[in-house]
């Protein structure tokens, strides 16, 4: 190979692993990996004798790893130097996580304190795309069209869609009978952490379009 000809498919592997497509590949599949790593996780537990309830309740296991997914994805889409629209999803996010974290803020301040709490933040976010009305649709439509897209859609599609089609109660009920709830809410959460982890991902992708 002359030396040019090396040159030149380094530069092309550089390329490509600078582009959006190899993270994308990379997000499938460490989500894969995650959904191998619960459906594992869940059989030693059972398999142990222990109560699958214990893994999936509120405070449990699985909803504290979300709670991280979600605060890492909160905290770098609001970390200094991101574009409006990006501190807008950031916001959002908060949300999301004030509400993950109902439970907790009920035991420790007051019954239903996050809702408060979550309509102090979306008033903020409202403030916010007030305050930069005029870039607003140039930022929306600069976000339509970056990589952050794909996986931002995708992740709220498994979030508010599919993890609420399958966690609702009245599939299982009919499926499996009414003792079943502990693998309803595992299915349910489960399928909103790898909902989270492509937020996450996009999120990614949008601070690295902002730089």
């Not at 605060?71 to 959002?92: C, Q």
Request: charged share 15%; hydrophobic share 55%.
């Amino acid at each position: 190979m002359a030396p040019g000809e090396g040159a030149g498919a380094s530069s092309r592997v550089r390329a490509l692993l600078a582009g959006p497509g190899w993270r994308l590949v990379a997000g499938c599949v460490v989500t894969l990996a995650v959904a191998k790593g619960l459906q594992m996780l869940s059989v030693s537990w059972l398999r142990q004798g222990r109560d699958l309830h214990l893994l999936v309740r509120e405070g449990g296991p699985l909803e504290w790893l979300q709670v991280a997914v979600v605060a890492a994805t909160a905290g770098l889409l609001l970390w200094r130097g991101a574009a409006t629209v990006t501190r807008l999803f950031g916001l959002l996010m908060l949300a999301v996580l004030v509400r993950e974290l109902d439970n907790e803020l009920t035991h420790a301040l007051l019954p239903e304190a996050h809702w408060p709490m979550v309509a102090l933040v979306l008033a903020a976010a409202a403030r916010l795309a007030w305050v930069h009305r005029e870039g607003l649709f140039a930022g929306v439509s600069a976000f339509t069209r970056s990589p952050a897209l794909a996986p931002a859609l995708f992740g709220l599609v498994l979030v508010l869609g599919y993890a609420q089609e399958f966690g609702q109660r009245e599939v299982w009920f009919a499926l499996a009978g009414p003792r079943n709830s502990a693998a309803k809410r595992f299915v349910e959460e489960g399928l909103e952490l790898l909902g989270h982890l492509w937020l996450l991902l996009a999120a990614v992708e949008a601070r690295l379009s902002d730089s």
